[in-house]
């Protein structure tokens, strides 16, 4: 549209909100150029999974597991083994995001003793 | 016409409302909150900044208030996408979706995935509301060209495919299909499209349409519908929803998704 002189000037409101939303878009673009121009759009993820704690409970005792991943890129699916002695118990997380972490507890029926008890992660979905 | 803080001030209002009503049923859909780390970022980054394009043609046919130059329509296309992200980030974190443990590049998807459908709310949140009348008389002369109409065809198609657009029932639909019914989804979403456009008028015309069936379908049907196809396919690809998709399922995804974009097309002066 053709500027017309009489056209009153924007009020100081939307250059506020217009400043602000283009000081989030710079920053939000910012994060994610940063992690599309490092390229590991086609990296895989490298998970870790680790015992976070033992608890008791009724029946047995509940094995608190956190999975970590060091890669930028997700992964779906991700299932997880515990083996103590002839126990084995699975579980399995939706995700575990680039960088990011997830939780999952492992329940067993017999007792624990820690030195005794592993837990890895078998195998995930690439999404 | 605006031109006061405090009249400034009730048009982000509604721009707020735009959002918070159009994105809901996103915010609410689990694969879009996955789709914020699971994208490759450089569809992401493409999804984003393709939005500012859509954004300042939003503003330019409606808006959430009425725009005379083109530096308005710039300054109310930031405006809007901060009031989406703004408004998005506080609904995520409500939900839990969002949480500070989370790292940066997790929490940063998440929004920025939102804050595409969130700023079209934002958009058009005046006309949500039903106060879009004096916004659309400012920026009639536009509207009613046939670069505008299309224009107006697009948004619509986005307007009601957007929603459903990233759910796993769109693969599942396109694979129960045959490819029967997906040539019979066209044919209806085609005549849908001009039973609407012909009883309510073309997108961006006043009223009725005139002139004859054959010509208007030439003439406004079928780009129409050309342009819901193409949107559907951008959104698609944009969500990753053909990625491994063989050409013909992704052509079934695109039939499936094209029928509520057709719908979106044929309403859109309603809407938009």
Not at chain 1, 34 to 41: C, I, P, T, V
Not at chain 2, 88 to 109: K, N, Q
Request: proline letters at 5%.
């Amino acid at each position: 549209m053709a500027k017309n002189p009489k056209t009153p000037p924007a009020p100081l409101l939307e250059w506020v909100a217009a400043a602000l939303g283009l000081a989030i878009a710079v920053a939000l673009i910012g994060i994610i150029a940063r992690e599309a121009l490092a390229g590991r759009d086609g990296d895989l993820p490298i998970l870790a999974a680790r015992v976070e704690g033992i608890e008791a409970m009724p029946g047995g005792q509940i094995v608190r597991v956190v999975v970590t991943n060091d890669s930028g890129s997700t992964a779906a699916a991700v299932e997880i083994e515990g083996k103590a002695g002839e126990e084995i118990i699975h579980a399995s997380i939706d995700y575990v995001p680039g960088h990011g972490q997830a939780r999952a507890a492992l329940l067993f029926k017999r007792n624990l003793r820690a030195d005794d008890l592993t837990v890895r992660v078998t195998g995930f979905q690439l999404p | 016409l605006v031109h006061s803080d405090r009249q400034y001030a009730v048009s982000l209002a509604r721009a707020v409302a735009g959002a918070a009503i159009f994105s809901l049923p996103l915010m609410m859909t689990m694969e879009m909150w996955w789709l914020g780390f699971t994208l490759q970022p450089s569809r992401l980054l493409i999804f984003t900044l393709a939005n500012f394009a859509l954004l300042y043609g939003l503003s330019h046919v409606a808006g959430f208030e009425a725009t005379q130059t083109w530096l308005d329509d710039i300054l109310d296309t930031f405006a809007a996408y901060g009031v989406a992200a703004i408004t998005g980030s506080l609904i995520l974190a409500i939900f839990g979706v969002i949480e500070p443990h989370m790292p940066v590049r997790e929490i940063a998807g998440k929004i920025a995935i939102q804050a595409v459908p969130a700023s079209f709310g934002a958009m058009i949140g005046a006309k949500l509301l039903g106060e879009g009348e004096e916004i659309e008389q400012q920026e009639r002369r536009w509207r009613e060209s046939y670069g505008g109409r299309l224009f107006l065809a697009l948004a619509g198609a986005m307007f009601l495919s957007f929603t459903v657009a990233p759910t796993e029932e769109m693969r599942l639909i396109a694979y129960r299909m045959t490819p029967w019914h997906a040539l019979l989804l066209v044919l209806i979403s085609i005549l849908a499209l001009h039973a609407i456009v012909y009883f309510v008028g073309f997108p961006g015309q006043k009223g009725r349409s005139q002139g004859g069936h054959g010509m208007n379908l030439l003439r406004q049907t079928l780009p129409a519908y050309a342009v819901s196809v193409l949107s559907c396919l951008y959104v698609l690809w944009c969500l990753g929803m053909l990625d491994g998709a063989s050409p013909v399922v992704a052509a079934m995804s695109v039939a499936v998704l094209g029928l509520p974009a057709a719908i979106g097309a044929g309403i859109a002066r309603v809407v938009i």
